[in-house]
C-alpha cells in the first residue's frame, strides 16, 4: 500500500471522530467533560442504520441519527444541569444504555444480531472533484471522500472562529471558565450550556451516521472506543479546535496505518494496539518532557531572581 | 424627591435562617446610601435580591415608583450594577473581554471588539490606569482588579452601584482613592450603595447609612454628620458595652522560640511568593503579621504548618531545623495552628465535639490504649474543655456544625492550647465573629502571651492587630516592608504607606 491511499484512508478515518471531537469540545469549553461521546455516537451510528432502512434514503438516515442522539444528549443535559447528578456517573449510564439498547434494539428492527448490512444504493455517496485531480498528492488524499467528511475538516475552523469571534463563544468561554463571573455578567449559563450540549449532540449524532453510513451498515459496538479517540484528542490539544484538528488526523493516520500494515502481514493484535499507543505517547510524552523542561527552567529562574534580588 | 429604587417589607428566608426580615430601604438619585451590619447581618442577602440574584420571598421591589421582578439580565437592564468583594472576573481573559462580557456590542454576528476598546480605553483613562486593555487580569494587582469590577458596571450605564464591602481587599490609600471615585459616580447623579463594616469608613462615605442587625433593619436612613462611630456601633451589635479587650503589653518577651531564616517560596507558575523572609518569635510575645491579603500571608502560614515547602531558606523552632518536617513533626515540635478556615480545616463539621478536641492527638496514651479510643476518658476530658473555654450551644456527642462561629473557634483554641503549644499561629482568628466572641478569642491568645507561648497573629484588620500585637511586620509582595515595634505610637497612615510597599524597608518613625 502507497503512502497516498494510507493518508486517504486517514482522512476518511478522522473523519467521524473529528465531528465527535468538535462536540465534546463545545462541552468541555463550558465545564462539562463529556465522557459520553461514546454512547452518544452509537446511539448515533445505530439510527442512522435505522432511519436509512425505513426511508431508504441516506441523508434521511443521517436526520434520524442526528434526531436520535440530539434526543439522548437531552436527557443527559438534563440529568447533569437540572438534578446536578456527577457528569461521569450520567455518562457510564448512558453509554451502558447505548451499548446494550443498540444490541437488542437489532433483532426486533432487523430481525438479526451481531450485524445488519443496508444494501450498498444506502451508502454514504463520496463526492469527486475533478479540479482537485490537477493538485499532485494534497488532491488526491482530499478527493472523493463523503460531504460529512468534508464539513468535519471544516469544522475545526468554523469553530475557532465561533469561539474566539463571536458573543455566543464569549458567553461559552466564560461559563467555562468561571460560572460564577458569567452568572454576575447576566449571562444565561443554563441556555450556554444547554445549546453547547445540543450543539454536542448534533454532532455525535453526523459522527455516528458518517461511521456506519460510509459502509452502509451497523456493528455491535461499531464505535470501538472512538468517542474516547475523540476525548483523548481534545483533551491532548487543550480544547483548541485547530490543535483538534491535528490530533484527530493523527489518529485518523495511525488507524490507517494498522489496516495497511496487517494487510502485509503484522499480528493484528499488535497493529490493534497502535492508534491506543500513538495516543498514549502523544498525550505522554509531551507532558513528561515539557514537565522536565519547566521544571530546569524553573530552578534557573528562580535562582537568577534570588541573586538579582541580593545584588540589589 | 422620588426614589430611583425602593425595597418594601422585603423577606428572604433561607434553611434555619430569616436572612430578610421586613427590610426596608430607599436609594435616592445621587446618594451613597451605606448599609452597615456585622457578619451575617443579611445586607449580602438583600443586595443580591436587589441584584436579581435572590428573589424575595415576600415584599416588593420598586424601581422608579414601579414594582419589579427581575433576574439578573433584568437588574443590568434596569441599569443596576454589582461590584463584588471577591472580584467577579476571569483572570485567564483581558481586561476587555472582562469587561464586555454579558454586554459585548456585535457587527456582523462578531463582537465589535475595536468599538468596544475605544470605550474601555476612556474608562481606563478617566481611572488613571495605565494599561493596555488587552491586558490579562491575572496579571492587575487587586486595586486595579477594583477599578476594573467599578468600569464594569459603568460600561453598561449603571445608574445603581452596588459596591459590596469594597474596600476589604485595599490598602488605605487605595480605600482613599476609590472615595474619590465614589465623589465622581454621585456627580454623574449616580447613586450607590456602600456596604461595609468599617465603621470610620461609612462615616466618610455615606449621605445616609442604614445599619443592619440579625436580618432586619435597626436604623434607616440617618443623615451625613448627623450620628457618630459608637452610635452606629451600638446600633450594629445593640449592647452599650462595646470595648474591645487590648494588650496591655505588661511583661517583656522571652528568648526566641520561633525563627525563619531567608524563606523564599516561588508558586507554580514560578512567581516569588515569599521573597527572603527572615523574622524571629520569642516566647510571650505576639507578633502581628498585617498587609493587605495576597501579600504572601496564607503562603508563609502553608509553610509555617508544613503544608507547603519552602523553595529556599530554614525553619528552626528552639534551634532545631523543621523545614523539611511533616506536619505531624511541627505539631509534635510544638507548633498550634488556628485556621482561618474554621469550616474545612479547623474543624470537621461533621464530627463530634469529642472527635474534633483530640484530632490530632488521638493516638496519646490519654486517650486510645493502642488500639481502642477510650471514650469513656475522652468524654471527661471533652466535658472539662467545654466548661474551661466556655464553649455553649451543645452537649457531648453532638455534631459541632450546629454550633455558632464564635463556639467553633473555642473548639479549635480549646485543641490547639491544651497542647500546650511553643508556637502558635493564628490566622484571622476573629474573622466573621460577634463581638462577645471575638473579646473571648482574644482573651485566650492574651493568656497564651502571659503563658510564654510565641504567638503569630495573621490578620486583615488592623484594629485586631495593632490592639493585640507586641510587635508587627508588615507583608507587600512577599517581603516585609516594614516593621513596627512600638504599637502605641503608630498611625495606621504609616501602616497603609508600609502595606503598599512604599518606604521599602521603612522603619518606624520614631516618636
Given at each position: 500500500m502507497d503512502i497516498v491511499t494510507i493518508l486517504t484512508v486517514a482522512v476518511r478515518h478522522a473523519g467521524p471522530v473529528l465531528l465527535v471531537a468538535m462536540g465534546g469540545l463545545l462541552a468541555s469549553r463550558v465545564n462539562i467533560f463529556n465522557l459520553a461521546l461514546e454512547g452518544f455516537m452509537l446511539i448515533g451510528a445505530f439510527s442512522s442504520i435505522v432511519g436509512a432502512f425505513y426511508t431508504g434514503n441516506v441523508w434521511?438516515?443521517?436526520?434520524?441519527?442526528?434526531?436520535?442522539?440530539?434526543?439522548?444528549?437531552?436527557?443527559?443535559?438534563?440529568?447533569?444541569?437540572?438534578?446536578?447528578?456527577?457528569?461521569?456517573?450520567?455518562?457510564?449510564?448512558?453509554?451502558?444504555?447505548?451499548?446494550?439498547?443498540?444490541?437488542?434494539?437489532?433483532?426486533?428492527?432487523?430481525?438479526?444480531?451481531?450485524?445488519?448490512?443496508?444494501?450498498?444504493?444506502?451508502?454514504?455517496?463520496?463526492?469527486?472533484?475533478?479540479?482537485?485531480?490537477?493538485?499532485?498528492?494534497?488532491?488526491?488524499?482530499?478527493?472523493?471522500?463523503?460531504?460529512?467528511?468534508?464539513?468535519?475538516?471544516?469544522?475545526?475552523?468554523?469553530?475557532?472562529?465561533?469561539?474566539?469571534?463571536?458573543?455566543?463563544?464569549?458567553?461559552?468561554?466564560?461559563?467555562?471558565?468561571?460560572?460564577?463571573a458569567a452568572v454576575s455578567a447576566g449571562i444565561h449559563v443554563r441556555k450556554v450550556k444547554y445549546s453547547a450540549l445540543m450543539i454536542n449532540g448534533i454532532l455525535c449524532g453526523l459522527g455516528g451516521a458518517e461511521l456506519a453510513l460510509s459502509v452502509y451498515m451497523f456493528n455491535v459496538g461499531m464505535t470501538n472506543g472512538r468517542g474516547y479517540t475523540a476525548l483523548a484528542a481534545i483533551t491532548l490539544a487543550g480544547c483548541n479546535p485547530l490543535l483538534s484538528l491535528i490530533t484527530c488526523l493523527l489518529f485518523g493516520f495511525a488507524e490507517s496505518l494498522v489496516v495497511s500494515l496487517s494487510g502485509v502481514g503484522f499480528s493484528s493484535y499488535l497493529l490493534g494496539m497502535l492508534p491506543y499507543a500513538l495516543a498514549l505517547v502523544a498525550a505522554v510524552a509531551p507532558q513528561v518532557a515539557r514537565r522536565c523542561i519547566h521544571f530546569i527552567k524553573r530552578k534557573k529562574s528562580e535562582t537568577e531572581m534570588i541573586s538579582e534580588y541580593y545584588r540589589n | 424627591m422620588e426614589p430611583i429604587i425602593e425595597l418594601?417589607?422585603?423577606?428572604?428566608?433561607?434553611?434555619?435562617?430569616?436572612?430578610?426580615?421586613?427590610?426596608?430601604?430607599?436609594?435616592?438619585?445621587?446618594?451613597?446610601?451605606?448599609?452597615?451590619?456585622?457578619?451575617?447581618?443579611?445586607?449580602?442577602?438583600?443586595?443580591?435580591?436587589?441584584?436579581?440574584?435572590?428573589?424575595?420571598?415576600?415584599?416588593?421591589?420598586?424601581?422608579?415608583?414601579?414594582?419589579?421582578?427581575?433576574?439578573?439580565?433584568?437588574?443590568?437592564?434596569?441599569?443596576?450594577?454589582?461590584?463584588?468583594?471577591?472580584?467577579?472576573?476571569?483572570?485567564?481573559?483581558?481586561?476587555?473581554?472582562?469587561?464586555?462580557?454579558?454586554?459585548?456590542?456585535?457587527?456582523?454576528?462578531?463582537?465589535?471588539?475595536?468599538?468596544?476598546?475605544?470605550?474601555?480605553?476612556?474608562?481606563?483613562?478617566?481611572?488613571?490606569?495605565?494599561?493596555?486593555?488587552?491586558?490579562?487580569?491575572?496579571?492587575?494587582?487587586?486595586?486595579?482588579?477594583?477599578?476594573?469590577?467599578?468600569?464594569?458596571?459603568?460600561?453598561?450605564?449603571?445608574?445603581?452601584?452596588?459596591?459590596?464591602?469594597?474596600?476589604?481587599?485595599?490598602?488605605?490609600?487605595?480605600?482613599?482613592e476609590l472615595f474619590q471615585i465614589i465623589e465622581t459616580l454621585k456627580e454623574e447623579q449616580r447613586s450607590i450603595v456602600f456596604i461595609s463594616h468599617k465603621l470610620r469608613e461609612v462615616i466618610a462615605v455615606g449621605d445616609r447609612i442604614t445599619v443592619m442587625s440579625k436580618g432586619r433593619v435597626v436604623q434607616e436612613g440617618w443623615k451625613?454628620?448627623?450620628?457618630?462611630?459608637?452610635?452606629?456601633?451600638?446600633?450594629?451589635?445593640?449592647?452599650?458595652?462595646?470595648?474591645?479587650?487590648?494588650?496591655?503589653?505588661?511583661?517583656?518577651?522571652?528568648?526566641?522560640?520561633?525563627?525563619?531564616?531567608?524563606?523564599?517560596?516561588?508558586?507554580?507558575?514560578?512567581?516569588?511568593?515569599l521573597r527572603d523572609l527572615s523574622l524571629q518569635v520569642r516566647s510571650g510575645e505576639i507578633l502581628g503579621i498585617g498587609g493587605v491579603e495576597g501579600n504572601g500571608q496564607t503562603e508563609l502560614i502553608r509553610i509555617l504548618i508544613g503544608m507547603l515547602r519552602p523553595s529556599y531558606g530554614e525553619i528552626l523552632v528552639e534551634q532545631i531545623d523543621l523545614t523539611k518536617a511533616s506536619v505531624a513533626k511541627r505539631r509534635q515540635a510544638g507548633i498550634g495552628f488556628v485556621s482561618d478556615d474554621r469550616m474545612t480545616e479547623g474543624l470537621v463539621l461533621d464530627g463530634t465535639i469529642e472527635e474534633n478536641v483530640i484530632a490530632g492527638n488521638e493516638c496519646d496514651a490519654k486517650f486510645s490504649d493502642g488500639f481502642l479510643l477510650k471514650y469513656g476518658r475522652i468524654r471527661e476530658y471533652c466535658k472539662n474543655l467545654i466548661g474551661d473555654y466556655d464553649i455553649k450551644g451543645l452537649t457531648p456527642g453532638k455534631h459541632v456544625k450546629m454550633l455558632s462561629g464564635g463556639n467553633m473557634q473555642k473548639i479549635i483554641l480549646a485543641r490547639e492550647i491544651e497542647r500546650k503549644p511553643k508556637v502558635l499561629i493564628a490566622a484571622q482568628p476573629t474573622r466573621g465573629l460577634d463581638i462577645g466572641a471575638i473579646n473571648s478569642v482574644r482573651e485566650l491568645l492574651l493568656e497564651q502571651r502571659k503563658a510564654g507561648t510565641a504567638v503569630i497573629l495573621v490578620s486583615a484588620d488592623l484594629e485586631e492587630l495593632m490592639s493585640l500585637s507586641d510587635r508587627m511586620l508588615i507583608l507587600f509582595e512577599g517581603s516585609i516592608s516594614g516593621e513596627v515595634t512600638d504599637v502605641l505610637h503608630v498611625t495606621e497612615e504609616e501602616i497603609g504607606l508600609m502595606m503598599g510597599g512604599a518606604g521599602e524597608h521603612a522603619e518606624q518613625k520614631s516618636h
Open positions: 434521511l438516515g443521517v436526520l434520524f441519527g442526528v434526531l436520535a442522539s440530539t434526543l439522548m444528549i437531552i436527557i443527559y443535559a438534563v440529568f447533569i444541569i437540572e438534578l446536578e447528578v456527577q457528569p461521569v456517573v450520567c455518562a457510564i449510564s448512558i453509554i451502558t444504555l447505548a451499548s446494550g439498547l443498540t444490541r437488542y434494539l437489532l433483532n426486533p428492527v432487523f430481525g438479526v444480531s451481531g450485524r445488519y448490512v443496508l444494501s450498498s444504493e444506502l451508502a454514504m455517496p463520496v463526492v469527486h472533484m475533478n479540479w482537485l485531480e490537477a493538485i499532485p498528492v494534497a488532491g488526491q488524499i482530499l478527493n472523493n471522500h463523503s460531504l460529512l467528511v468534508y464539513f468535519a475538516l471544516v469544522l475545526p475552523f468554523v469553530l475557532a472562529f465561533v469561539i474566539n469571534k463571536t458573543k455566543y463563544g464569549l458567553d461559552i468561554r466564560a461559563v467555562g471558565m468561571n460560572e460564577e | 418594601r417589607n422585603v423577606v428572604k428566608q433561607f434553611p434555619g435562617v430569616l436572612a430578610n426580615d421586613h427590610v426596608n430601604l430607599a436609594l435616592y438619585p445621587g446618594e451613597t446610601h451605606a448599609l452597615v451590619g456585622e457578619n451575617g447581618a443579611g445586607k449580602s442577602t438583600l443586595m443580591k435580591i436587589l441584584y436579581g440574584q435572590y428573589a424575595p420571598d415576600e415584599g416588593e421591589i420598586l424601581i422608579d415608583g414601579i414594582s419589579c421582578r427581575y433576574d439578573v439580565t433584568g437588574a443590568r437592564q434596569h441599569k443596576i450594577g454589582m461590584v463584588y468583594q471577591n472580584f467577579m472576573q476571569i483572570p485567564q481573559m483581558s481586561i476587555l473581554e472582562n469587561i464586555i462580557l454579558g454586554n459585548a456590542p456585535v457587527s456582523k454576528g462578531m463582537i465589535d471588539y475595536a468599538s468596544a476598546e475605544k470605550k474601555v480605553r476612556t474608562y481606563l483613562e478617566r481611572f488613571h490606569m495605565p494599561v493596555s486593555p488587552h491586558t490579562l487580569i491575572r496579571n492587575l494587582s487587586v486595586g486595579e482588579r477594583q477599578k476594573i469590577e467599578i468600569i464594569k458596571v459603568l460600561y453598561f450605564d449603571a445608574r445603581i452601584l452596588i459596591l459590596d464591602e469594597p474596600t476589604a481587599v485595599l490598602t488605605p490609600q487605595e480605600s482613599e451625613r454628620g448627623e450620628v457618630t462611630e459608637t452610635e452606629i456601633a451600638r446600633a450594629m451589635i445593640g449592647k452599650q458595652n462595646v470595648q474591645l479587650i487590648q494588650n496591655q503589653r505588661e511583661n517583656t518577651p522571652g528568648k526566641t522560640v520561633l525563627e525563619l531564616n531567608k524563606l523564599w517560596y516561588f508558586d507554580e507558575l514560578g512567581v516569588p511568593r
